[in-house]
């Protein structure tokens, strides 16, 4: 996206998103994936997926189904982007550096 | 997407979730709007409880306000290829919807506190009203002709009327010897009209007490209570009163008004008046004589 990413709050909740998809950064997931594995509620994990989209950390992309067959809307889908993987990488390595030193 | 959910329950379109979703959705901004339905409704049908959807949608809704304020901030790619191509989203997409839901939730709260602030205030103010008993007045007992007295248990009986009390403005107690109509049986018809004064005694030999200078208010002494259950009656008690006016025994009720508040009312009148009573006098002498005291509660319509 190009989009800079010196406006991202980094709160708990936003660390803890981070760090879902820092398990596996070339996987794509849904909020509801997101929600299932860190359990942050939905009114504070959407804005929160936007902020990183926004500021170019994530990418989306909608799910590759037809809704009508499968009878559901589709999902968004995030994944990290290269500039995101490094920022989140840089993030927790200083605050590992910060509680070791 | 190693991990996709493989349910695929379908949201209620008529359920509460549902409409949350959809009402939050329309509020984000434009260009934003049907992404987040969209992607909304796609992970509401991932919750299987009712419970879970609910939350999730309320959650959505919140989510809408965090998102319209950060929106200028954060701009998103739109989802819509028609926003998207209008490459630049400008503070005019911007939905104003959390400030109308905060100012309409803020006039709500002010306008509930002013409703409630009013209830009370009249409430109260009836309460006070209807609770507060009405001003009474008191006037002078008349003495009653001397031939017209009937010559009961020492002396005349002399009544003491307490008429015509209003409520709402304040009541006037009108207090003379007027003889009431529902005067004891045994009193032999006593009550005319007072005498014009050269009718009044010219020569007496006995002169009936009653209420003299200083005697109390007799306002103070008409119950709260019967005042505003509306009750009237005459009640009638004998005092036996010294030459000084003092009482030399404690009075009793001879004939009861049929209600036992105004009984008591009147005895603690006559109890309160000792030293205020006007002797009987024989050949102008005070002396202690015992006679009915009728005191008339009357409410003025």
Same mark, same amino acid.
């Given at each position: 996206m190009g989009k800079k990413d010196t406006g991202v709050r980094m709160s708990l909740q936003t660390l803890r998103v981070l760090e879902v998809f820092l398990e596996n950064p070339t996987e794509q997931l849904a909020g509801s994936d997101v929600h299932r594995r860190c359990g942050i509620a939905s009114g504070t994990l959407y804005p929160i997926l936007l902020r990183l989209e926004s500021a170019g950390w994530f990418v989306s992309r909608w799910e590759s189904i037809d809704p009508s067959s499968a009878g559901r809307p589709r999902r968004r889908l995030y994944r990290l982007t290269s500039t995101g993987l490094r920022r989140a990488s840089e993030v927790f390595a200083s605050f590992n550096r910060g509680v070791l030193a | 997407m190693s991990r996709r959910n493989e349910r695929s329950t379908q949201p209620d379109p008529n359920g509460v979730a549902h409409w949350l979703i959809l009402r939050a959705a329309r509020r984000a901004p434009e260009s934003l709007a049907s992404r987040l339905e969209e992607e909304w409704l796609a992970d509401l #049908?991932?919750? !299987?409880?009712a419970l879970s959807r609910l939350r999730f949608a309320v959650g959505c809704c919140w989510a809408t306000l965090v998102i319209v304020s950060d929106y200028p901030r954060n701009r998103v790619p739109a989802a819509s290829s028609a926003a998207a191509a209008r490459g630049l989203i400008t503070l #005019?997409?911007?939905?104003?919807g959390y400030f109308s839901l905060r100012s309409g939730t803020l006039f709500l709260v002010a306008g509930l506190h002013a409703a409630l602030f009013y209830g009370l205030i009249t409430t109260l103010s009836h309460t006070r009203s209807s609770a507060t008993p009405p001003d009474l007045q008191n006037q002078v007992v008349k003495p009653v002709p001397p031939e017209k007295l &009937?010559? $009961?248990?020492l002396s005349g009986m002399t009544m003491l009327t307490v008429p015509k009390l209003v409520v709402e403005p304040p009541p006037m107690i009108h207090v003379d010897?007027? #003889? %009431?109509?529902?005067? %004891?049986?045994?009193? $032999?018809? &006593?009550? /005319?009209p007072p005498l014009p004064p050269q009718a009044q &005694?010219?020569?007496?030999?006995q002169v009936a007490g009653g209420p003299g200078a200083g005697?109390?208010? /007799?306002a103070d002494f008409y119950p709260s209570q019967s005042i505003r259950a509306e009750e009237e009656g005459v009640s009638t008690v004998r005092v036996c009163v010294d030459p000084k006016g003092k009482l030399t025994s404690d009075p009793t009720t001879v004939? !009861? !008004?049929?209600?036992a508040r105004l009984d008591e009312g009147a005895l603690k009148l006559a109890r309160a008046g000792s030293g205020h009573y006007r002797a009987t006098t024989e050949d102008g002498q005070p002396v202690s004589s015992c006679y009915p005291l009728g005191i008339r509660f009357q409410l003025k319509k």
């Amino acid at each position: 996206m190009g989009k800079k990413d010196t406006g991202v709050r980094m709160s708990l909740q936003t660390l803890r998103v981070l760090e879902v998809f820092l398990e596996n950064p070339t996987e794509q997931l849904a909020g509801s994936d997101v929600h299932r594995r860190c359990g942050i509620a939905s009114g504070t994990l959407y804005p929160i997926l936007l902020r990183l989209e926004s500021a170019g950390w994530f990418v989306s992309r909608w799910e590759s189904i037809d809704p009508s067959s499968a009878g559901r809307p589709r999902r968004r889908l995030y994944r990290l982007t290269s500039t995101g993987l490094r920022r989140a990488s840089e993030v927790f390595a200083s605050f590992n550096r910060g509680v070791l030193a | 997407m190693s991990r996709r959910n493989e349910r695929s329950t379908q949201p209620d379109p008529n359920g509460v979730a549902h409409w949350l979703i959809l009402r939050a959705a329309r509020r984000a901004p434009e260009s934003l709007a049907s992404r987040l339905e969209e992607e909304w409704l796609a992970d509401l #049908a991932s919750r !299987s409880s009712a419970l879970s959807r609910l939350r999730f949608a309320v959650g959505c809704c919140w989510a809408t306000l965090v998102i319209v304020s950060d929106y200028p901030r954060n701009r998103v790619p739109a989802a819509s290829s028609a926003a998207a191509a209008r490459g630049l989203i400008t503070l #005019a997409d911007r939905k104003f919807g959390y400030f109308s839901l905060r100012s309409g939730t803020l006039f709500l709260v002010a306008g509930l506190h002013a409703a409630l602030f009013y209830g009370l205030i009249t409430t109260l103010s009836h309460t006070r009203s209807s609770a507060t008993p009405p001003d009474l007045q008191n006037q002078v007992v008349k003495p009653v002709p001397p031939e017209k007295l &009937p010559p $009961p248990l020492l002396s005349g009986m002399t009544m003491l009327t307490v008429p015509k009390l209003v409520v709402e403005p304040p009541p006037m107690i009108h207090v003379d010897n007027d #003889a %009431p109509t529902q005067v %004891p049986d045994t009193l $032999p018809e &006593p009550y /005319t009209p007072p005498l014009p004064p050269q009718a009044q &005694p010219h020569v007496v030999e006995q002169v009936a007490g009653g209420p003299g200078a200083g005697f109390p208010d /007799t306002a103070d002494f008409y119950p709260s209570q019967s005042i505003r259950a509306e009750e009237e009656g005459v009640s009638t008690v004998r005092v036996c009163v010294d030459p000084k006016g003092k009482l030399t025994s404690d009075p009793t009720t001879v004939r !009861s !008004s049929g209600s036992a508040r105004l009984d008591e009312g009147a005895l603690k009148l006559a109890r309160a008046g000792s030293g205020h009573y006007r002797a009987t006098t024989e050949d102008g002498q005070p002396v202690s004589s015992c006679y009915p005291l009728g005191i008339r509660f009357q409410l003025k319509k």
